[in-house]
Structure formats: structure tokens, C-alpha cells
């Protein structure tokens, strides 16, 4: 299969603090992984291609230094959202590419709901 | 510029009876189709995909999907619906450009 997990799976924070969420491509090596933000009964909304090795290519309107992505290894992938605040409560979801499937086929997360008190 | 259109918010359907979730899409050269499904607070499970061959190509779960490229859509079909099918539909678009777009989601509700 191709399984891709999250952790954590929810999380509550107070304003100001900073959160980190992992990305885990668990049977596969993913260079490519995808993070995204899903508002309630909303579609995806891609934050950011990570790449591994590389720098991350961010979406428009997507603050860089806010939302800070690593993709250091194959089947690891983090994100940071720095000073969280109220706004950035949403759920995040990532994905990763199987290049053992013809790396056409993005396998999702279960997703990370993030609550900023 | 390139879009994925589900022209339905909500579908419902009664159990037993067949069910058609919508998908156009405006998209330049041949493109990878897909189609997932969202649980309530879950990720996205994959369903199916069309790459090439075929038009009518069969998934998880006992969906099915047909491409027509004259029309320019990939519905997704079943013949029997389920009520543990009633979940959120996302149907996405990976152009020649290795990008994907997604629609906005078809909520699909089964009535028993």
C-alpha cells in the first residue's frame, strides 16, 4: 500500500506558541510531499510543495516564515506553524507522491486539526 | 486557466439505488484524473484514477469512473449506494505540468 501518516492527530495550543506537525510516508519514499489547509466544508487549499533536500515552494498568499517546512529525509516531512494564532486554526492535511506508482497519485494523511486558543 | 468543477454542493441518494457524483474539468493537454473521498475529520482516501486507456475505469469500494474527453468530465458512479458511501467526494485534475487542482467537494448523503 501507500501509507502516509500525521501526527499529531489534534492539537491544542495558546496563542503565540508554536506548533510542529509531521508528515510520515510509512511504505514508501516520498520526494515530493504536499501540504494543505481545509476549512470547514471547503476544498483543499495547497499550501506548499516540499521537496526533499530543497527549500519548499510556498503557494501565493502563503507567509514563508509563518509556516515553516523541512523535508529533511525520504519519509519526513514537517510543518511549523510559528506564533500560531486564532486565524490559523484549521485542519491540515498532507500528501505524498509514490514514485513506486508512477508518482502520479498523491496518498493523503489522516490530517491535523489545529485549535489556537 | 485551469479548473476542476463539481457542479453539485450535495447529492443525495437513496440506498439501493444507483448514485452519480459530477466532475468537469478545463484542463490543457492529457490530464490524470482522480477521485478521493473524505471522511468527517479524516484525510483524503484514494478511489480511483484515469491515466490512459480505458474511459470507464473502476476503483475502491465498487465506484467507477468514466472519462469523456468530448465533454471534458470524469463522473463517478455506482450502481448500488451505500449509506457508509455518505461522505465528502473530491475529484482532482494533475496536468501536464505535475499540477493538481481539486474541486470543491460533492457531499453525498445516503438515505436509508
Known amino acids: 500500500g501507500a501509507v502516509v501518516s500525521q501526527h499529531p492527530s489534534w492539537v491544542i495550543c495558546k496563542s503565540g506558541t508554536s506548533v510542529k506537525i509531521e508528515c510520515r510516508s510509512l511504505?514508501?519514499?516520498?520526494?515530493?510531499m504536499f501540504w494543505y489547509r481545509q476549512f470547514p466544508k471547503q476544498s483543499l487549499m495547497l499550501m506548499a510543495t516540499s521537496n526533499e533536500g530543497s527549500k519548499a515552494t510556498y503557494e501565493q498568499g502563503v507567509e514563508k516564515d509563518k509556516f515553516l517546512i523541512n523535508h529533511a529525509s525520504l519519509t519526513l516531512s514537517t510543518l511549523t506553524v510559528t506564533s500560531a494564532h486564532p486565524e490559523d486554526s484549521s485542519f491540515y492535511i498532507c500528501s505524498a507522491l509514490n514514485p513506486g506508482q508512477g508518482a502520479e497519485t498523491q496518498y493523503f494523511g489522516p490530517g491535523t486539526r489545529l485549535l489556537v486558543l | 486557466a485551469q479548473s476542476v468543477a463539481q457542479p453539485e454542493d450535495q447529492v443525495n441518494v437513496a440506498e439501493g439505488n444507483p448514485l452519480t457524483v459530477k466532475c468537469t474539468y478545463s484542463?490543457?493537454?492529457?490530464?490524470?484524473l482522480f477521485w478521493y473521498v473524505q471522511y468527517p475529520n479524516r484525510g483524503l482516501q484514494f478511489l480511483l484514477k484515469y491515466i490512459t486507456g480505458d474511459n470507464l475505469v473502476k476503483g475502491s469500494y465498487g465506484f467507477e469512473a468514466e472519462f469523456n474527453k468530448s465533454q471534458t468530465s470524469f463522473h463517478l458512479k455506482k450502481p448500488s449506494a451505500l449509506v457508509s458511501d455518505s461522505a465528502l467526494y473530491f475529484c482532482?485534475?494533475?496536468?501536464?505540468?505535475?499540477?493538481?487542482?481539486f474541486g470543491t467537494g460533492t457531499s453525498l448523503t445516503v438515505i436509508p
Open positions: 484542463v490543457s493537454g492529457n490530464p490524470y
Open positions: 482532482a485534475v494533475r496536468d501536464i505540468g505535475n499540477q493538481f487542482y
Open positions: 511504505d514508501f519514499q516520498a520526494t515530493t
